[in-house]
Nanobody
């Protein structure tokens, strides 16, 4: 399974970006997909994800600003609004299939103040 993320870039504080991730190589629909991020000098952390039951989980720091969504073609999106400088990080797409985790290469998001 390969994950290809896109949509990162440079944006001013208060702006918006939309990340996309497409999973290929899976013969089944992937229920558990999500987004993580890693800022310089920090550990990778959860941003938002879908559970196996279809519910969504968000980090407290992004609630009410970010929205995760998906379509039926193993694609997941992250709409990021009201971006803050502290949102600057490399964002990684994640998929879990039968308890094995797959990661994309990451896309850089930089928010200037």
């Amino acid at each position: 399974v390969q994950l290809q993320a896109s949509g990162g870039g440079l944006v001013q504080a208060g702006g918006s970006l939309r990340l996309s991730c497409a999973a290929s190589g899976s013969r089944v629909s992937i229920s558990r997909m999500g987004w993580y991020r890693q800022a310089p000098g920090k550990q990778r952390e959860l941003v938002a994800r879908f559970t196996s039951g279809g519910s969504t989980v968000y980090a407290d720091s992004v609630k009410d600003r970010f929205t995760i969504s998906r379509d039926n073609a193993n694609k997941v999106y992250l709409q990021m609004n009201s971006l803050k400088p502290e949102d600057t990080a490399v964002y990684y797409c994640n998929a879990v299939i039968t308890d094995k985790a797959y990661w994309g290469k990451g896309t850089q998001v930089t928010v200037s103040s």
